[in-house]
Structures are given as structure tokens and as C-alpha cells.
């Protein structure tokens, strides 16, 4: 307290980013260091942040005691107590029973250097956020969820390609093609439509996948069905590992795409031997297949029908 009480000695006013002594102002947020314009004040802002501060005590006793204000800015204080008050915050901490000495605290000065309240919410309006917070937290873990099924469809590099639009792969008997829903997606919202040489997949009435295949498919073997958020197709080959046409032996069953002509971020690249023709990767020999196409392809019709009767 007794620095209070020292001679006050005036310091020199002057701009604290470029020293300039004309025309300055004050920071409004502290009110101890000088500008000479916003230019400087926004420039010095950086360095001065870290020591800008509010005193709300100084700023109640600026218009009746400016010297004291400025001496609680500069060493920092944010009020100043009298002895009956600190004799009575000893106190407070020392009881065992009655007001702590946080809540004295909060009596004592609690409109000068205001702490704030922790919120206070009514039964309903508790009820209210907790319901909101469970309905984010259930749409975080559906999208995070349709995310992780989307991502563990793995695709062999040989046989098949990952596009934006939709993930394709294939064996020797089948071709799997793969769409992700968006969330909410009614089933009757999902069209598909099937043809010995044509496909066309339809979500939310934009056109997904259309064209000609590259190669016909057996339509009876072939079922798609929605599940977990993804479409799935499966498209039986006819000419197949077990059903070559006339004259074609298993390297004319791979699928280079879906579609006749497609672009070239969904086909497969395949090189060129010294015979002049493409080379089928040898992974697509070791891949699975069925004889007649049967047991899978019935599995999955069923699958099919049993989802799309849900």
C-alpha cells in the first residue's frame, strides 16, 4: 500500500509503435499505452495483446481518483482491499462451516471485477439439449458409419477400379459393382433395370450408371439389392470360366469395365504383349468362380428378394 502513497512520477506519453508524441490516444481496452493512429495500434497489436487487459475496478475510479486508476493499471491490481476485508477473507478460509472464502470473495468484489455464473437451465430446457446431443451424436456415428462400410468394399488394382461415383471389381464369374446412398435414401428412391447388354442405375431420379455393357451378362444369374447404405449389383457374365462362347477361352471373359466405352478413370489399362494383344493379369486366373453360376448367383437373387420385402 505504500506505493500508493509515493510521489507519482510522470512518464513521457509517446506512441508505443513508432514514438511519436502528437495527437495520441489512449488504448480503450486498457488505457495505459499510446497511439498516434489506428494504423500504429493495429501494427503493435502483436506485442501489445499479451499485457492488454481490462481493469474494471480502475475504470470505475477513473473520473474521481485518475491517480489511483493509473496505479492499479500499471502494477496490474484489480482491486484493492481494506484490512477488516482481509481479515475476514482469512477468516473465511479457516471455518469449517458457513460462506467459503471463494464466495466471500465474490461478495466482496464481485461487481468491480465481475466473475460470471455458471449456466442455469431448467428441467425442460436440460431435457431439450440432451436430445439434441444424442440426435448429433446419432448422425455423427450413421455417417461414420456408412463411411467405414463404404471404405472396407476393397478393390483389387487388377480387377476392378474405385471410381467417385461408384466402385466396380470382378472374378471369373461375376462383376460386383458398388454404389454408396446418401443418408435417408428411401429403397423406392433406388432404380436398377438389368438387360442382356444394357445397365441403368437410377438414385433419387439422377441417372448414376447408364450405357451399354461391354460385355452381355446372364439377366436370370444377375440381382441387386440395397444394404447397410450401399447398393449392390452383381452381373452373372454369360460368356464365363465353364460357359465360353464358341471359340473364346478364359482371357475373353475379363472385363477391362462396366460400360462399352467407358472413360478411362473406369477401365482397367491392360498392356500389350509382343502378340499385339492385352494382357490379362494373372491374379484374374486365381480369382473365384462358379461352374454354372448357380449357388452364388441364387444366394444372392435371394438375398436380393429377401431385403427389397423388407
Known amino acids: 500500500m505504500a506505493a500508493m502513497h509515493t510521489p507519482e512520477t510522470l512518464e513521457a506519453k509517446e506512441c508505443a509503435n513508432c514514438g511519436a508524441t502528437d495527437g495520441l490516444g489512449k488504448c480503450s481496452r486498457c488505457h495505459s499505452a499510446y497511439f498516434c493512429s489506428v494504423k500504429c ?64 470473495m465474490e461478495s466482496m468484489y464481485g461487481r468491480a471485477n465481475p466473475i460470471p455464473l455458471q449456466p442455469s437451465y431448467t428441467a425442460e430446457e436440460r431435457l431439450a439439449v440432451a436430445h439434441r446431443d444424442e440426435d448429433e451424436a446419432v448422425a455423427r456415428r450413421a455417417v461414420t458409419d456408412r463411411e467405414r462400410r463404404w471404405a472396407s ?42 438387360e ?12 448414376k450408371l447408364s450405357g451399354e455393357l461391354l460385355k452381355e451378362v446372364d439377366v436370370d444369374g444377375s440381382t441387386w439389392f440395397v444394404s447397410d447404405g450401399l447398393l449392390h449389383i452383381h452381373l452373372l457374365k454369360r460368356n464365363r470360366r465353364g460357359h465360353y462362347d464358341d471359340g473364346c477361352t478364359n482371357n475373353d471373359t475379363f472385363w477391362t ?53 423388407r
Open 41 to 104: 495500434q493495429k501494427a503493435y497489436w502483436p506485442f501489445h495483446k499479451d499485457i492488454c487487459r481490462r481493469n474494471d475496478f480502475a475504470d470505475a475510479l477513473e473520473a474521481t481518483e485518475p491517480k489511483f486508476a493509473r496505479w492499479m493499471r500499471k502494477h496490474g491490481k484489480q482491486a484493492v482491499l481494506r484490512d477488516d476485508e482481509v481479515d475476514r477473507l482469512e477468516r473465511a478460509g479457516k471455518a469449517t462451516s458457513g460462506f467459503s472464502r471463494q464466495e466471500v
Open 257 to 309: 469395365s462396366v460400360l462399352y466405352k467407358a472413360p478411362a478413370n473406369e477401365s482397367l489399362a491392360l498392356p500389350v504383349g509382343n502378340t499385339g494383344y492385352a494382357i490379362v493379369p494373372t491374379e484374374y486366373f486365381s480369382s473365384e468362380y462358379e461352374f454354372d453360376g448357380g449357388p452364388n448367383a441364387h444366394a444372392y437373387k435371394k438375398r436380393g428378394k429377401a431385403i427389397k420385402a
Open 196 to 207: 442382356p447388354r444394357r445397365l441403368h442405375v437410377s438414385l433419387d431420379g439422377a441417372d
Open 153 to 194: 468394399v476393397e478393390i483389387p488394382p487388377a480387377l476392378g477400379v474405385s471410381t467417385t461415383a461408384y466402385k466396380w471389381k470382378q472374378n471369373q464369374t461375376f462383376v460386383e459393382i458398388y454404389f454408396q446412398l446418401p443418408t435417408n435414401l428411401p429403397t423406392r428412391a433406388v432404380v436398377v433395370s438389368i
